[in-house]
């Protein structure tokens, strides 16, 4: 290796050494110019030791872009990487990978899937190749069997040339209640979860830093979507609210400490949802008119109101109705 004050002119001790600062001090500037560059791809960011997020956009499900919405990432132990979330495409899942590839080659052992919702999941077939264990809830299996044709139908674009039922990935391993996972000097709690967002929600605990990883159980700034079951999803927020965890990686939306707080948010549009919807039922109004009336008041504090809340209406009021 050259000296540090090779480059510098012939002269005293002292500008010799003057010099040589200046060039360390340039090339250990560059070293870390190179490090921000890298952790800025993929819009990657690490919150925590050992702990990236990639934050995804606030686009609807049908516009440019919608394969790269959620909320995605990975942990790293000693022995070997969790990923958490792979995106809505092959594309992303891949992008996923080969960032993951410029931090560490600890191999990846476990893909975590949150939940069943193709902005989530369609990136799993980007990891086949490393044949780790496909990770999720136990109604996860039916529930990609079950969406399977309509994720190739209606987001072929997002796969890996033509669509084809292989390429979306189910579990091999399924969380009963709860697990835990060895990434090597680091623990990953799994919970399953009753239908709340969805029939097969799952929360990612990171034991060392106190992160949880919520999928879509929490939103934050884009309205919640619902999917599953209002009454059991507020259940769940109560439940959720009594953790204590140091911070917060949500399905979608800005990372938090404050976990509670974002739930307080979430659990006001719910509850307002909820309670307009049993209002207009009670009242024998239409779902349409309900549309517009139900929980309007919540309607500034989030994003993309018009392509979601009226499908919360139409799955509220098909839940509520039978009460």
């Known amino acids: 290796m050259a000296a540090i004050t090779d480059g510098c002119p012939a002269a005293s001790t002292f500008t010799l050494a003057l010099c040589g600062s200046m060039l360390l001090s340039a ?15 993929f819009n990657l960011s690490a919150p925590q030791p050992g702990l990236y997020v990639h934050l995804g956009k606030d686009l609807p499900l049908d516009a440019p872009g919608h394969d790269d919405i959620a909320n995605i990432g990975f942990i790293v132990g000693s022995k070997c990487v969790a990923v958490i979330d792979t995106g809505g495409s092959v594309r992303i899942g891949r992008e996923l990978r080969a960032a993951i590839r410029r931090r560490t080659p600890l191999p990846i052992c476990y893909v975590i899937d949150t939940h069943v919702h193709v902005d989530h999941v369609l990136g799993n077939f980007a990891f086949k190749d490393d044949k780790p264990h496909f990770v999720g809830h136990p109604a996860l299996a039916d529930a990609m069997v079950r969406n399977r044709q309509y994720f190739m139908k209606e987001y072929g674009g997002d796969f890996d040339g033509s669509p084809s039922a292989d390429q979306v990935v189910g579990p091999d391993q399924t969380v009963d209640r709860e697990l835990s996972l060895d990434l090597g000097n680091r623990t990953l709690r799994l919970r399953a979860w009753p239908t709340a967002h969805t029939d097969c929600d799952l929360t990612v605990y990171d034991e060392r830093t106190g992160t949880l990883w919520t999928g879509d159980l929490l939103f934050r700034e884009r309205l919640p979507a619902l999917d599953g079951n209002l009454k059991g999803w507020l259940a769940v927020i ?3 609210s009594r953790m204590k965890a140091r911070f917060v990686v949500p399905g979608h939306g800005s990372l938090t400490a404050d976990l509670e707080v974002s739930l307080i948010r979430e659990r006001e549009y719910l509850t307002a949802l909820y309670d307009g919807v049993r209002s207009e039922l009670a009242q024998g109004q239409s779902m349409q008119d309900a549309i517009g009336k139900v929980a309007v008041a919540e309607r500034d504090r989030w994003a993309l109101w018009e392509d979601v809340h009226p499908r919360n209406v139409a799955r509220a009021y098909e839940e509520l109705q039978w009460e």
């Open 27 to 41: 090339a250990l500037g560059s070293e870390t110019a190179v490090a921000a560059q890298a952790a800025d791809e």
């Open 238 to 240: 109560d439940e959720l």
